[in-house]
């Protein structure tokens, strides 16, 4: 589970925060000030960080210092100070995006989806091998048994997406959202259908998919 942690000092914005990065999927941790925001993410590293430049104690860009020290993990910065050199500072500092507030809930998560991915390793090998197909990411193509296996450009986009995640489960939101489009998140029927017709596709036993496997609740995998 992708771990977030949102620092802000707004107890009610970070509360708003957090029930709508939980009910994406997300593991959240809030601090409310710099020197919790540091010690929280020594004890949970994050994945990625929701960061207020406007903290009581340290000044956001501390923070920032702080976490680039030993993390690579994306920072989005939210202030409330539109100056271009604030957006600057903080983007030289080690910040990967800078949301003005007020802002948009769907546009920050998207920011927090892109910068998340943006920060994803990806395969050391561009080819994946099973025992069933072969996935090749950088040549777009799927064989088995030496043949070409024909999808469609859906097909490929939800596959490529489990593959360059292989291991690990996607969420069901994150999933429709990336393959699909934001307003299609809550649409788990269309990857029921898409699932079952790549596990016809690709899978020995589509009715028992050892490589394109369902986790209830939560999303799919690609275990290798």
Known sequence: MTRVLVVDDDPGLARA???????????????????????VAATYPPDAVVLDLGLPDLDGFEVIDGLRGWTAAPIIVLSA????????????????????????????????????????????????????????????????????????PTEWHLLEMLARHAGHVVDHEVLLTEVWGASYRDQTNYLRVYMATLRRKLEADPSQPKHLVTSPGRGYSFQP
């Open 17 to 39: 925060l957090g029930i709508n990065l939980r009910a994406r999927g997300y593991e959240v941790h809030l601090a409310s000030s710099g020197a919790a925001a540091l010690a």
């Open 81 to 152: 100070r539109t100056d271009q050199s604030d957006k600057v500072r903080a983007l030289d500092a080690g910040a990967d995006d800078y949301v003005v507030k007020p802002f948009g809930m769907d546009e920050l998560l998207a920011r927090l989806r892109a910068a998340i991915r943006r920060g994803t390793p990806q395969p050391s090998q561009p080819v994946i091998v099973t025992d069933a197909f072969t996935v090749d990411l950088a040549a777009k193509t799927v064989t088995a048994g030496g043949a070409l296996v024909r999808l469609t």
